[in-house]
Nanobody, 123 residues
Framework: EVLLVESGGGLVQPGGSLRLSCKAS????????MSWVRQAPGKRPEFISS????????NYIDSVKGRFTISRDNGANTLYLQMNSLRPEDTAVYYC????????????????WGQGTQVTVSS
């Protein structure tokens, strides 16, 4: 069913930038709400940003607002996260996740996740 594949992570210095991508397939991507979630070692997963299916409304937690930008290209079935002014505390595995609230699958919530991509911010 839903397949999500993240890419674009890597090692960057503090203050640097990365652009993450999430390629979606095997489902109707434009109909799904999408989000980015990250998990640092020993920590619980942390929701950081979302973008809704039709109107494209975005949401960010305060710690990334003004530094990160979520976007989507429905024609390319791809979700993006532009990350600027990176800090060591941004180090984590970053996942994309999907939910469908335009059909009977809404009750599942954000049940569909990718495999994650590692982001390390260090000198």
């Amino acid at each position: 069913e839903v397949l999500l594949v993240e890419s674009g992570g890597g090692l960057v210095q503090p203050g640097g930038s990365l652009r993450l991508s999430c390629k979606a397939s095997r489902f109707t991507f434009p109909s799904y709400d999408m989000s980015w979630v990250r998990q640092a070692p020993g920590k619980r997963p942390e929701f950081i940003s979302s973008i809704l299916a039709l109107v494209g409304t975005t949401n960010y937690i305060d710690s990334v607002k003004g530094r990160f930008t979520i976007s989507r290209d429905n024609g390319a079935n791809t979700l993006y996260l532009q990350m600027n002014s990176l800090r060591p505390e941004d180090t984590a595995v970053y996942y994309c996740a999907a939910r469908n609230c335009m059909g009977p699958g809404c009750y599942l919530g954000y049940k569909f996740w990718g495999q994650g991509t590692q982001v390390t911010v260090s000198s």
